[in-house]
């Protein structure tokens, strides 16, 4: 059973570009959620999506925004990027997540270094 | 908000040896997930804990959950140098947000 993928794994931009991550859930999965983790802050919370509709949202600027296709795939997409945006972001899939002992699967991460 | 304190943050134990993580959190949740993560790794799901009185084992991994004490504990019986990691609980609060704590270093050494 494939896992959630995320691309690219790597990348370098500079300051003031902006940036898109795409991730593809399990299969079957419909619910993705985005995390960034840095060594200051930790894991924290970017947004969700279920059927294409944004369930629930982090107190991240506006730069930082996401979409989720049809196919559950799901991009994010960060603009006018920042120093401070250099992060490892992290995807998990999950079935639903209303209820039951629902697993949030996680990618293996981008790591985005902006010079 | 829901503020999620986790502790100790570093941990360095002797192979063999017991010990427990805390996790404290500040407001009701219904789901309680500890995940573990190596170096440059992603994060790897360990337990889901759903009610009050909760106790999943696996391996030498013991998670239990008071949603009473809003507690949980991770518990490790005779480490071993492959626990090394580090380790997170996260509370859910609505939909499928996790609230992270700050992780547990958890190093054994032979």
């Known amino acids: 059973k494939a896992g959630v993928t995320q691309t690219p794994r790597y990348l370098i931009k500079t300051r003031g570009q902006q940036v898109t991550l795409s991730c593809s859930p399990i299969s079957g999965h419909r619910s993705v959620s985005w995390y960034q983790q840095t060594p200051g802050q930790g894991l924290q919370f970017l947004f969700e999506?279920?059927?294409?509709?944004?369930?629930n949202k982090g107190n991240f600027p506006g730069r930082f925004s996401g979409r989720q296709f049809s196919n559950s795939r799901s991009e994010m997409n960060v603009s006018t990027l920042e120093l401070g945006d250099s992060a490892l972001y992290l995807c998990a899939s999950s079935r639903t997540g209303r209820s039951g002992a629902n697993v949030l699967t996680f990618g293996a991460g981008s790591r985005l270094t902006v010079l | 908000e829901l503020k999620v304190e986790q502790n100790p943050l570093f941990l360095s134990m002797q192979e063999g040896k017991n010990y427990t993580i805390y996790c404290n959190y500040s407001?009701?949740?219904?789901?309680l997930y500890w995940y573990r993560q190596d170096p440059g790794k992603s994060l790897e799901s360990l337990f889901v804990?759903?009610?009050?009185?909760a106790v999943k084992q696996e391996g030498r991994l013991m998670a239990s959950l008071d949603t009473k004490a809003r507690l949980s504990t991770l518990h490790i019986t005779a480490a071993v140098h492959d626990l090394s990691a580090t380790y997170f609980c996260?509370?859910?609060?609505?939909?499928?947000?996790?609230?992270f704590g700050a992780g547990t270093i958890l190093r054994v050494k032979s």
């Open positions: 999506y279920f059927s294409e509709t944004q369930r």
């Open positions: 804990l759903l009610s009050n009185g």
């Open positions: 407001t009701t949740s219904d789901r």
């Open positions: 996260a509370p859910k609060t609505g939909g499928n947000k996790l609230v």
